[in-house]
C-alpha cells in the first residue's frame, strides 16, 4: 500500500472542475452526516469548506486523514460523557464541535495541504510530515484531555506537579499521558495506510518521529495551559490548540529535515 501510494504521486493543482466535484461531494456528504452528534450547524459549513480544500489539494487520502482524525476525535469527547457532564467537565454543546473548533485544530494542516499543492516534488515528504503531526498533536490532545478528565487517578500541574481538579488548564495525569500517546500512535497508523507518509525505508522513521512529536506538543500545550493561558483571557483553548498544532507541524518538519540531511 505504500508503494501504491508514493507521496511523490500526488496530484498537482486541481483544475476548476475538480475543485467543483470536490465542493459537490463534501456538500452532498455533509447534507447526510448532520445529523450525526458531531458538529453544531455553522461548524459543518466550515468542515465543508475545509473537506473541500483538502480533497482539492490532497485528492482523497488527505480528506480521509481528517475525517477520521474527525470520527476519532468526537467519538473520544463521546467517552464517559454523562459523568463528564455531572462533574461539570464536558465539553460544552454536548461535544459538538463548532467553526472555532474546527479551524482550531485544523487551521495548520489546510495551510499545508495548499502548500503541498503548490510545491515542488522534493518538498514533499516534509511537507506530509508536518502536515500528518499537526492531526497527531491534536488528537493525541484530544485523548489525553477526555480520558485524563474521566479516568485520571492523580490529576497534577505540569509545571509544578502540584495536584490540582480534573479539566484544570495545564494538568496532565499518567492516564491521560497514555490516551494522548495512543492518539498519536492511531492518527499515525491512519496516515500510513493511507499511504501520506515517505514510503520505505523511511516510513518507520517518520512514523516514530511523529509519534514522538504529537506527545511532546500535547506536552508543550499543556505548559501554555498553564502558564500564558491561566493569564491572559484573550487566549483561548482555539487559539492554544492551532499554537499546539503548529508547534508539532515544525518541530516534525525540522526534525525530518535534519534526519534525511
Known amino acids: 500500500m505504500l508503494a501504491a501510494f508514493s507521496p511523490l504521486a500526488l496530484p498537482a493543482p486541481q483544475e476548476p472542475l475538480a475543485w467543483l466535484l470536490a465542493l459537490a461531494l463534501n456538500a452532498a456528504l455533509i447534507a447526510v452526516a448532520q445529523r450525526l452528534p458531531l458538529l453544531t450547524p455553522a461548524g459543518w459549513v466550515h468542515a465543508g469548506i475545509l473537506g473541500s480544500v483538502l480533497w482539492g489539494c490532497l485528492g482523497v487520502r488527505g480528506w480521509l486523514a481528517v475525517v477520521g482524525y474527525l470520527l476519532l476525535g468526537s467519538l473520544v469527547t463521546r467517552l464517559g460523557l454523562r459523568r463528564k457532564q455531572a462533574q461539570g467537565l464536558a465539553e460544552a454543546r454536548g461535544g459538538r464541535r463548532g467553526p472555532e473548533n474546527v479551524w482550531g485544530s485544523a487551521a495548520t494542516g489546510a495551510l499545508l495541504a495548499m502548500v503541498i499543492a503548490l510545491a515542488p516534488p522534493a518538498w514533499l515528504p516534509t511537507l506530509l510530515v508536518g502536515f500528518t503531526a499537526s492531526f497527531a498533536a491534536k488528537l493525541a490532545d484530544t485523548c489525553g484531555s477526555e480520558i485524563g478528565k474521566r479516568w485520571g487517578r492523580r490529576t497534577v500541574l505540569i509545571t509544578t506537579l ?52 504529537g506527545l511532546a506538543a500535547t506536552l508543550l500545550e499543556s505548559v501554555i495551559g498553564a502558564t500564558a493561558q491561566r493569564r491572559f483571557a484573550w487566549l483561548s483553548n482555539e487559539l492554544v490548540n492551532g499554537v499546539q498544532t503548529a508547534l508539532a507541524a515544525a518541530l516534525a518538519m525540522l526534525a525530518w529535515g535534519w534526519l534525511a540531511a
Open 162 to 213: 502540584r495536584p490540582v481538579p480534573p479539566g484544570t488548564e495545564g494538568a496532565i495525569s499518567l492516564e491521560g499521558t497514555l490516551a494522548s500517546l495512543a492518539g498519536s500512535v492511531v492518527m499515525v497508523l491512519l496516515a500510513l495506510g493511507l499511504g501520506l507518509l515517505p514510503g520505505p525505508p523511511s516510513a518507520l522513521t517518520a512514523a516514530l518521529l511523529i509519534v514522538l512529536v
